[in-house]
């Protein structure tokens, strides 16, 4: 492996200081299952330790100007960008995802801590008149104290980033459980965010096999004041319960089913674009990509021609070798879930068009998949599939694909595709979800506000509404 050693950490990260456990795992390329790493794994008591490092850090940056964090951040997110290929570099081998794709979910990352280093400046309160002229009426807004932070594999830079950035912008300090299977790129923001300066005890970390001990620490403690998780939606739900009992303050990014709908005005070359830009990314292991795709049936029979023949032409292979676009899933429990949702919609009368099984090359890698004649009773509409399998609906009318698309308990994002403004318009107003992107495939960027409604969970994540969730909001009367 030909990259920095300098930012390959394998112990915890806890109040500045690099920290070995008695314990270790091994983290390991999803390409070729080869261990990268013998990481630090933490108990209950290092998440304890990071606790109290984070309430006792907490003390003295809630005290720091707006002006000295903004100025914290901006030097982390320089560090960041002048690391950028090696970062790319590590996340391509511990996750998967092309190298291309790494190094633009490096920059996508540092475009949050610049964005909030910029927000920083602007948490701005209000004088409110009083309503008998005999008081001062004044709102202060304070960060809301420690956070504990549960990131997520798909996006193991990007997500520290889009959380971390907001609490320490609004004075807060974090500790933060990675995914297991790629805790290198979280440890290796931390070892940059020192060298910029940032205080010990503000940002720690805890590499762990068990992260349901470390999640109960988190959420039972009183020093901890907010959880925000990004995961399913079955843990989100188990981290609300366990979060009710000190009254925590959540943001949850949950599960998405999200719906891709190409009427009969769309501009096909253009859809068909947007779908593989939004399906294909990180190999489909995304929470926002199209997992339900519905085309009208007068554009269905060349909507699948066209489809079908780039979806054949895609390049499988090494993340790290040029110009491949589909890489191996994180791990064998992904395969398998993939490859039987494909299994059990062909059984239910769905046809393999492209694809449909691994390949024959690469052992951990799905082929990209086509299913046709996919109904949304069938499992694979149902369940996230977070692989590279594309499932086409055929549909004829606007209230039929609207109510399918509204028929999931989730509702992350949603994609359409038309000219007509009026139905846009009504598009806006009724598909359930808290995102929808119209005649694009790509959602995400720092300035716009990303999360979901329903069981897609709460709170924003991104823009200027992203740090409300870390301040709480104080009102003081004067007379």
């Given at each position: 492996?030909?990259?920095?050693?300098?930012?390959?950490?394998?112990q915890?990260?806890?109040?500045?200081?690099?920290?070995?456990?008695?314990?270790?795992?091994?983290?390991?390329?999803?390409?070729?299952?080869?261990?990268?790493?013998?990481?630090a794994?933490?108990?209950?008591?290092?998440?304890?330790?990071?606790?109290?490092?984070?309430?006792?850090?907490?003390?003295?940056?809630?005290?720091?100007?707006?002006?000295?964090?903004?100025?914290?951040?901006?030097?982390w997110?320089?560090?960041?960008?002048?690391?950028?290929?090696?970062?790319a570099?590590l996340l391509?081998?511990?996750q998967?995802?092309?190298?291309?794709?790494?190094k633009?979910?490096?920059?996508?990352?540092?475009?949050y801590?610049?964005?909030?280093?910029?927000?920083?400046?602007?948490?701005?309160?209000?004088?409110?008149?009083?309503?008998?002229?005999?008081?001062?009426?004044?709102?202060h807004?304070?960060?809301?104290?420690?956070?504990?932070?549960?990131t997520?594999?798909?996006f193991?830079q990007?997500?520290?980033?889009?959380?971390?950035?907001?609490?320490?912008a609004?004075?807060?300090?974090?500790?933060?459980?990675?995914?297991s299977?790629?805790?290198?790129?979280a440890?290796?923001?931390?070892?940059?965010?020192q060298?910029?300066?940032?205080?010990?005890?503000?940002?720690?970390?805890?590499p762990?096999?068990?992260?349901?001990?470390?999640g109960?620490?988190?959420?039972?403690s009183?020093?901890?004041?907010?959880?925000?998780?990004?995961?399913?939606?079955?843990?989100?739900?188990?981290?609300?319960?366990?979060?009710?009992?000190?009254?925590?303050?959540?943001?949850?990014?949950?599960?998405?089913?999200?719906?891709f709908?190409?009427?009969?005005?769309?501009n096909?070359?253009?859809?068909?674009?947007?779908?593989?830009?939004s399906?294909?990314?990180?190999?489909g292991?995304?929470?926002?990509?199209?997992?339900?795709?519905?085309?009208?049936?007068?554009?269905?029979?060349?909507?699948?021609?066209?489809?079908?023949?780039?979806?054949?032409?895609?390049?499988?292979?090494?993340?790290?070798t040029?110009?491949?676009?589909?890489?191996?899933?994180i791990?064998?429990?992904?395969?398998?879930k993939?490859?039987?949702?494909?299994?059990?919609a062909?059984?239910?009368?769905a046809?393999?068009?492209v694809?449909?099984?691994?390949s024959?090359?690469?052992?951990n890698?799905?082929?990209?998949?086509?299913?046709?004649?996919?109904?949304?009773?069938?499992?694979?509409?149902?369940?996230e599939?977070f692989?590279?399998?594309?499932?086409?609906?055929?549909?004829?009318?606007?209230?039929e694909?609207?109510?399918?698309a509204?028929?999931?308990?989730?509702?992350l994002?949603a994609?359409?595709y038309?000219?007509?403004?009026?139905?846009?318009?009504?598009?806006?107003?009724?598909?359930?979800?808290?995102?929808?992107?119209?005649?694009?495939?790509?959602?995400?960027?720092e300035m716009?506000?990303f999360?979901?409604?329903?069981?897609?969970?709460?709170?924003?994540?991104g823009?200027?509404?992203?740090?409300?969730d870390y301040?709480?909001?104080?009102?003081?009367?004067i007379?």
């Amino acid at each position: 492996m030909d990259m920095n050693k300098e930012l390959l950490k394998e112990q915890a990260f806890i109040n500045g200081e690099w920290i070995s456990t008695d314990n270790t795992f091994n983290v390991d390329n999803p390409f070729d299952n080869g261990v990268i790493a013998s990481v630090a794994d933490c108990t209950e008591n290092h998440a304890e330790q990071a606790i109290d490092a984070a309430a006792t850090a907490f003390e003295s940056w809630k005290t720091t100007t707006a002006k000295e964090r903004s100025e914290l951040l901006l030097s982390w997110y320089k560090l960041t960008i002048d690391h950028a290929d090696e970062l790319a570099e590590l996340l391509t081998i511990e996750q998967g995802k092309p190298l291309e794709e790494a190094k633009g979910e490096i920059l996508y990352g540092a475009s949050y801590i610049k964005w909030f280093s910029e927000e920083a400046l602007r948490i701005n309160g209000d004088l409110i008149p009083s309503p008998d002229g005999n008081k001062d009426i004044q709102v202060h807004k304070l960060p809301v104290g420690v956070v504990g932070i549960i990131t997520p594999w798909n996006f193991p830079q990007a997500m520290i980033a889009r959380k971390v950035a907001p609490a320490l912008a609004a004075g807060c300090t974090v500790v933060i459980k990675p995914a297991s299977e790629t805790p290198l790129s979280a440890l290796a923001m931390a070892d940059l965010a020192q060298k910029a300066g940032i205080p010990d005890g503000v940002i720690n970390i805890l590499p762990t096999t068990s992260s349901s001990d470390i999640g109960k620490v988190l959420t039972s403690s009183p020093l901890v004041r907010k959880i925000s998780f990004t995961g399913s939606t079955a843990v989100g739900k188990t981290l609300i319960a366990q979060s009710a009992d000190n009254v925590q303050k959540v943001t949850m990014e949950l599960g998405g089913n999200a719906p891709f709908i190409v009427f009969d005005d769309a501009n096909l070359e253009d859809a068909v674009d947007g779908l593989m830009a939004s399906k294909f990314r990180n190999s489909g292991q995304t929470c926002v990509c199209a997992n339900r795709v519905f085309v009208h049936e007068d554009l269905y029979e060349e909507f699948v021609k066209e489809l079908g023949n780039k979806v054949s032409a895609l390049t499988l292979g090494n993340g790290l070798t040029k110009g491949v676009e589909i890489t191996p899933l994180i791990n064998q429990k992904g395969i398998d879930k993939a490859l039987g949702l494909i299994k059990s919609a062909a059984e239910e009368g769905a046809e393999v068009l492209v694809g449909g099984g691994v390949s024959k090359e690469f052992e951990n890698i799905v082929q990209p998949t086509i299913l046709s004649k996919v109904t949304t009773d069938m499992d694979i509409a149902k369940e996230e599939i977070f692989g590279p399998v594309i499932t086409l609906i055929s549909f004829s009318d606007d209230d039929e694909v609207i109510s399918a698309a509204n028929s999931v308990p989730v509702g992350l994002a949603a994609y359409a595709y038309t000219e007509d403004r009026h139905r846009i318009k009504r598009l806006i107003k009724d598909i359930e979800t808290g995102m929808i992107g119209i005649n694009t495939g790509m959602l995400s960027n720092e300035m716009a506000p990303f999360g979901g409604v329903k069981e897609s969970g709460m709170g924003r994540e991104g823009s200027k509404y992203g740090i409300s969730d870390y301040l709480d909001i104080k009102y003081a009367c004067i007379v």
